[in-house]
């Protein structure tokens, strides 16, 4: 299965790319703001983009007075991911995995987490770097509680099928610059 996945990652890569620059990510940035009013008053974890990620800031900067918002922190290859809180113009440094994160701030556990990902289907399965990071963090906040995991994408990621292993984790909601997918 990890040569099928690393081959759909590799085109994965090429049809986000292809799809940021020339997709207007507004309607998903719109929409994902919608669905993320209802979830106020909790921690939501968002991500700082990486190669041709939607980003998510601008609704990050509009909902950080109004809930706790944070961001996700790699401690090697193998650990589930911590977070720390985050606020609009906050000094970041590189985590691990060269992702921008909080210098400083206290940790937090998000009970709603925007997750990145190269494709997605419609089961709510996503393909994302190969490292596992958001598959064990999930697995370790749904076995504390309730928590949803919202896929950001542009419609150009979906695939028909992504192959499942036992440890991958699902997403509950899929926003995209077309519509909201909520998987079956």
Known sequence: MTS??????????????????????????????????????????????IRSEIDPSPVMERLAGRTAICLPV?????????????????ALIRDDFGCNVPANGPEVQPETLVVPLLAFDRSGHR????????DRTLDLLRKRG????I???????????????PTDQRLDLIVTDAEIIQPV
Do not use: C, N
């Open 4 to 49: 099928a996945k690393a081959t759909l990652r590799a085109a994965a890569r090429d049809a986000r790319a292809k799809a940021h620059g020339t997709v207007d990510p507004a309607p998903a940035l719109a929409s994902l703001e919608g669905l993320l009013a209802s979830r106020l008053g909790r921690a939501i974890s968002f991500y700082l983009p």
């Open 74 to 90: 790699t401690h090697g290859r193998d650990a589930a991911l911590t977070f720390r809180l985050w606020q609009p113009g906050e």
């Open 127 to 134: 393909l994302g770097y190969g490292a596992g990071h958001y």
């Open 146 to 149: 309730p928590v949803m995991a």
């Open 151 to 165: 896929g950001l994408a542009y419609a150009a990621q979906e695939l028909s099928h992504i192959p499942a292993e």
